[in-house]
């Protein structure tokens, strides 16, 4: 055992003491203040000044006690004395000015506010702290010109965030707006960064004060400096004010000044006007990735998303031309490995649209002889099982839905086939086996599919308890395929059936929401209304009213331009059905209703 001499033991002893005390004590002045006594905080930041003089929080700490207790004379004395120290810190110039300015004495204040700003030109590493601490009082104006004049003497610093948020503090929005430029300009921050904080001062209105400020700061910073960033960043606006057309504009200009490098932004653009239903302007971009690209696959995609496009308008004409356009695809690219999405969009073509699932299932079959990875090869296999089940072969469809649940068990996709396994058990009337599928999946990672899950099986078993002969669940069953073939018409009057003759069950809410549904895709607007208001009158308890009320505000917002009477139905899922899948798309759609900036 090494044997330490008693002196120096002793001395040990006295340090780790002297160290304990002055945690104790440190910890004690803290939890004082925190607490607002600041008598008792007081005695302990003297305590620790006396013993650590150069230790800036205590200094500080010491302070803001004297200021709370309004002792601004100590305070001014103790200030006075520590700016005279060789070591003192500029920001204790700021301390000094704001105790004048708690006296009254703005005059005295300025001239200290003035020597901190001054301490800069000594060393304009200070424009930090010193800035930061002009912030903390609200003195903008003076954290402002520390930021800006430590950026001037020194160029390698970066004060734009720290300015941008002032900026947006003060209203100049137009500065903060150039502030937050800088930053991506210089590439000091990443962009996605800048653009959430813009987000929060702009609206989907182009007219919006703001909107307009920021596409007059873009313009001038691309006149100036003319760069790619810029057209990238009026892109983005654009978008956010959903003017894709202007958008697309911006994007072409940064496909040729890129040498047409890629189209994954064109790509990227024409799915959100997709998404948006702006078929005019993602036709054009489509059709200019189609004339524009050099990659087979990126220009099989475009071509199939104009066919989606078409699509939207059925009509006899648009039929034939589009059948006649996937037989020259077909033509061109054959069926491979890496075309397979042509092979899938003219499989569901031929059966959803032309109702001719034989020649689609033979080529889907022929398709699965083909090399794939695990994850396309369940991609096709859903595929074809979704045919096989409009062709009501649900035997056959439910062992290649089981093949996929198997194969890619872990995967969102294994959970999708789990759902088709219940949907189809349920078409072919197979409720018990449905029923058992579906209380896995209530506890699905997707929210969908388990929001999915728990309708149906609750339709199942409420309605299995109430009719043991299900009588009424077979019908509707009967109506829930007839939908999933298209043949629309026929499952309203199903669904009629049911509600003429199963009045006062626990399905009618099912069959009415259902049939609204159906209604809206025929254009029946006033029959969907009758039945979406049917609903939360009579079911307001139910699972299916937050269902109903979302339907008529977007039913009231998008068809009917009725938008008070829109936002009161999502007001009413924000206030009374809190837990609903629809309250986040709710509240967005409400606030955007009630003129508030939607980011």
């Known amino acids: 055992m090494m044997h330490i001499p008693l002196r120096r033991l002793l001395f040990l002893i006295f340090i780790l003491s002297g160290g304990i005390g002055w945690a104790q004590e440190d910890f004690l002045a803290k939890q004082y203040f925190k607490d607002g006594d600041y008598e008792k905080a007081v005695v302990f930041y003297e305590k620790l000044v006396d013993t650590n003089p150069r230790r800036t929080d205590y200094a500080e700490g010491l302070v803001a006690c004297y200021q709370q207790l309004e002792r601004y004379d100590d305070a001014e004395t103790f200030l006075l004395e520590k700016i005279e120290d060789s070591y003192a810190f500029p920001t204790f110039y700021i301390e000094l000015g704001y105790n004048f300015t708690l006296k009254n004495e703005a005059e005295k204040a300025n001239s200290y506010y003035d020597r901190a700003i001054n301490k800069i030109e000594d060393n304009p590493n200070y424009g930090y702290s010193v800035g930061y601490r002009f912030q903390k009082y609200a003195l903008l104006d003076y954290a402002i010109q520390a930021y800006t004049r430590a950026m001037e ?50 609206s989907e209105d182009p007219s919006n004060e703001n909107n307009v400020l920021l596409r007059k700061v873009l313009l001038q910073n691309a006149q100036k400096a003319p760069d790619i ?24 200009a940064i496909y040729k000044r890129s040498e047409g490098q890629s189209v994954d932004r ?81 499989a ?33 296999k859903l595929a074809l099982g979704d045919i096989l089940v409009y062709d009501q072969r649900f035997n056959e469809a439910l062992i290649l839905f089981t093949q996929v649940q198997k194969s890619v068990k872990n995967d969102v996709l294994g959970q ?82 049911i509600l003429q003759n199963h009045k006062g069950e626990k399905i009618e809410d099912e069959a009415l929401l259902k049939q609204a549904e159906l209604l809206v895709e025929q254009k029946s607007y006033e029959g969907a209304e009758f039945n979406y208001q049917k609903i939360v009158e009579f079911y307001a308890d139910g699972i299916l009213a937050d269902d109903a009320h979302f339907a008529l505000g977007e039913l009231y917002e998008n068809i009917l331009n009725e938008p008070e009477k829109a936002k009161s139905h999502y007001e009413k899922i924000i206030y009374n059905y809190q837990d609903s899948y629809y309250f986040p798309q709710a509240r967005k759609n409400f606030r955007r209703l009630r003129g508030d900036a939607i980011n």
């Open 153 to 202: 003497l020194k160029p390698d610093l970066n004060y734009d965030f720290q300015l941008a948020r002032i900026y947006g503090e003060q209203g100049d929005i137009a500065k903060m707006y150039q502030s937050y430029l800088n930053l991506i300009w210089e590439g000091r921050t990443s962009r996605s960064n800048v653009l959430r904080n813009i987000d929060d001062f702009i």
């Open 348 to 380: 569901n073509f031929l059966t959803f649209k032309k109702e001719e699932p034989e020649p689609a299932i033979a080529m889907l079959k022929e398709s699965l002889e083909l090399p794939m990875g695990r994850m396309t090869m369940a991609y096709v």
């Open 416 to 497: 999708d086939a789990r759902f088709k396994v219940a949907q189809t058990s349920f078409y072919k009337g197979d409720f018990d086996w449905a029923l058992t599928q579906l209380k896995v999946l209530r506890s699905s990672t997707s929210q969908l599919i388990a929001n999915d899950a728990m309708q149906l099986s609750l339709l199942i078993s409420d309605n299995s308890l109430e009719d043991s002969t299900q009588t009424a669940l077979k019908k509707y069953a009967r109506a829930d395929l007839l939908a999933y073939q298209n043949k629309d018409k026929e499952a309203i009057e199903e669904l009629e059936d």
């Open 229 to 252: 960033l810029w057209n990238e960043l009026l892109s983005w606006l654009f978008v956010q004010q959903k003017q894709y057309n202007s958008a697309f504009g911006q994007e072409k």
């Open 266 to 346: 064109l790509e990227n653009l024409g799915s959100i006007a997709l998404e948006d239903k702006e078929w005019e302007t993602a036709t054009e971009i489509y059709e200019y990735i189609v004339d524009n690209t050099e990659n087979p696959r990126t220009r099989l995609n475009a071509e199939l998303n104009l066919i989606d496009i078409a699509l939207e308008n059925p009509t006899e004409k648009v039929l034939e031309d589009v059948e006649e356009k996937f037989e020259d695809l077909v033509a061109e690219y054959g069926n491979q490995s890496i075309t397979l999405q042509l092979q899938i969009a003219y």
